[in-house]
């Protein structure tokens, strides 16, 4: 997959899973709770259900504006937002729902209708989902 691991994320996950504090920072308190963190923190984790917030355009994959051509989009960090997407895709055991709000607060503070991710557009998902 072309994925490299780097020394000290190796050590951090060494550390975290031998410490019982750092460890219970991922673990909820009672089976009543959700566990919510960033991708980031998610790597190497496991979870029956995951919830992917904020798939909409221009919040994830993070969207710049092409003064060029508006229907071009300009995606500045794709390469890294798909690694942690795929991040927290597989993060699921058992389901993984992927969630895309209606509307969006947009940078002139007006909500507008949403747009979906760039990642729900992927050509290998035509026809997997309605």
């Known amino acids: 997959m072309g994925l490299t691991s780097k020394k000290e994320d190796n050590d951090a996950l060494i550390e975290t899973l031998e410490d019982e504090v750092l ?29 992917h917030f904020d798939m909409d355009e221009w919040s994830f994959p993070f969207r710049e504006w092409n003064d060029q ?14 690694n942690l ?31 979906e991710s760039y990642f729900f557009r992927l050509a290998q998902l035509s026809n997997l989902y309605k």
């Open 69 to 82: 051509n508006k229907d071009i989009p300009i995606y500045p960090n794709l390469q890294q937002e798909t």
């Open 23 to 51: 460890l219970k920072q991922f673990r909820p308190t009672n089976d009543q709770e959700i566990q919510m963190m960033t991708l980031h923190k998610s790597k190497g984790l496991e979870f029956k259900l995951v919830l």
């Open 85 to 115: 997407h795929y991040v927290g895709i597989t993060r699921a055991e058992n389901c993984c729902i992927l969630i895309n709000a209606e509307k969006r607060l947009n940078s002139r503070g007006n909500f507008n209708k949403t747009q």
